[in-house]
Nanobody
Framework: QVQLVESGGGLVQAGGSLRLSCAAS????????MGWFRQAPGKEREFVAA????????YYADSVKGRFTISRDNAKNTVYLQMNSLKPEDTAVYYC?????????????????WGQGTQVTASS
């Protein structure tokens, strides 16, 4: 079965950086779309970034464009989210997600597979 395991979360001061990783297994990783979502307390889970399979086209939420970078290493079955210039409003649990096909990318319902999440806290 598909398993996604996130790591790299933590506490950082505003303006700092973190890199999240998501290790995938049980899927043909290079063909899957990989996404990152986040959920702050009392809010709905929201799209952060996504990257397509073989040609690695990237997509970002407006709120993170220019600060966050999604990338993937198909040899390691791993997707990354480099987060720079973190703001207190970036504080949330960050989730890795995957889907077999392209098409719609921005909604939680688009992704059948999810990790357990990792907490990111940017303090002011």
């Amino acid at each position: 079965q598909v398993q996604l395991v996130e790591s790299g979360g933590g506490l950082v001061q505003a303006g700092g950086s973190l890199r999240l990783s998501c290790a995938a297994s049980g899927l043909t990783f290079s063909t899957y779309v990989m996404g990152w979502f986040r959920q702050a307390p009392g809010k709905e889970r929201e799209f952060v970034a996504a990257i397509t399979g073989s040609i690695s086209i990237t997509y970002y939420a407006d709120s993170v464009k220019g600060r966050f970078t999604i990338s993937r290493d198909n040899a390691k079955n791993t997707v990354y989210l480099q987060m720079n210039s973190l703001k207190p409003e970036d504080t949330a649990v960050y989730y890795c997600a995957s889907k077999a096909y392209s098409g719609r990318l921005y909604y939680t319902s688009d992704y059948p597979y999810w990790g357990q999440g990792t907490q990111v806290t940017a303090s002011s």
